[in-house]
């Protein structure tokens, strides 16, 4: 059995240049199958928000919601690092409460670390919660929290300016303690500049090939019904939502025709104690008649 990543592993991977592979899980079976494939770090992500509770953007994921899912991911993966993200307003607002938050990220949910959106402006919160002793990912560039705020899903950095403040926001992060960033939708060669510029890891998502680390959505690798599976940066290398599709339709259509259940999957057993099932009595020659005409009325035939 492997041993769970550490935040100093993952330093060291990066020094060594051994890529990070992170991808984000919600519950316990996805969590289960990226620990069996080796996953270095799972993210249990607000993007939750999108590929499972089906609403258009992350702003109304809550920390229960979060809490209640990394605690099936914890279960599913018991040696693989765990980072939960922080919801909308569940921090930035005052530091006790963000304390608070991560803590029952931590505490209730099983989580190793904890991920927020947001550059310099954070670094006080960052600095926090790294001394409380809880382990923070930063997120720069496109940040989904703020999808209103940056009007839209579009790349981020392509500006002079833009990009200026990125770098400034992923010192801020490394120098307030963050083990780590997400840097989300920037050209590659800010996120090749940023990466070099930062002993921490930099972990890409659609930031290009010189990351420390990618992440990319479980849902959107395996075309597991997400809204993003067309998007330029997401490689899909699966197509379960379709193979799901097609054997839920089956299912359908053997019920439907009474193929399914067949012989090999009913229970028998001797014609007394199917008697003693009928409850006895003179009259348990009409109940089997009854239950034969009906099993025959529904098209099912067993011999
Ligand atoms: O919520 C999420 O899944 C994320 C990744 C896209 C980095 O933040």
Redesign the pocket.
């Known amino acids: 059995m492997r041993k769970r990543l550490t935040i100093t592993n993952m330093k060291k991977m990066k020094q060594e240049r051994n890529a990070i592979s992170v991808l984000?899980a919600y519950d316990y079976p996805s969590a289960k199958l990226a620990e069996e494939a080796g996953i270095d770090v799972i993210?249990v992500?607000?993007?939750?928000g999108n590929v499972v509770l089906g609403y258009d953007t992350?702003i109304p994921v809550t920390i229960d919601d979060i809490v209640y899912h990394t605690r099936a991911v914890a279960r599913g993966a018991q040696q693989t690092f765990i980072v939960a993200?922080m919801p909308f307003m569940t921090y930035g607002i005052g530091r006790e409460s963000t304390l608070r938050n991560a803590a029952r990220i931590m505490q209730e949910g099983g989580a190793q670390a904890v991920?927020l959106e947001g550059g310099a402006d954070m670094a006080s919160d960052v600095a926090a919660l790294v001394k409380a002793g809880i382990p923070v990912m930063g997120?720069i560039g496109l940040t989904?929290q703020s999808v209103h705020q940056l009007g839209g899903y579009k790349v981020q950095g392509k500006l002079d300016e833009e990009a200026e403040r990125l770098i400034n926001d992923a010192k801020a992060l490394e120098q307030a303690g963050a083990f780590s960033i997400?840097l989300?939708l920037v050209t590659e060669s800010l996120a090749a500049l940023i990466s070099k510029e930062l002993s921490i890891p930099v972990i890409g998502?659609g930031a290009g090939r010189y990351c420390d680390g990618q992440?990319l959505?479980y849902h959107d690798i395996l075309q597991y019904s997400s809204p993003y599976f067309e998007k330029k940066f997401v490689k899909t290398y699966a197509d379960i939502g379709t193979t799901i599709r097609n054997a839920i339709h089956t299912y359908v259509e053997e019920v439907k025709s009474a193929a399914f259940p067949s012989e090999q999957h009913v229970f028998s057993a001797p014609p007394a104690a199917v008697q003693s099932l009928y409850g006895g009595g003179s009259n348990n020659a009409d109940k089997d008649n009854d239950v034969q005409a009906d099993t025959a009325a529904r098209g099912v035939h067993r011999s």
């Open positions: 984000t993210l992500g607000d993007s939750l992350t993200d991920k997120h989904p997400v989300e998502i992440v959505v």
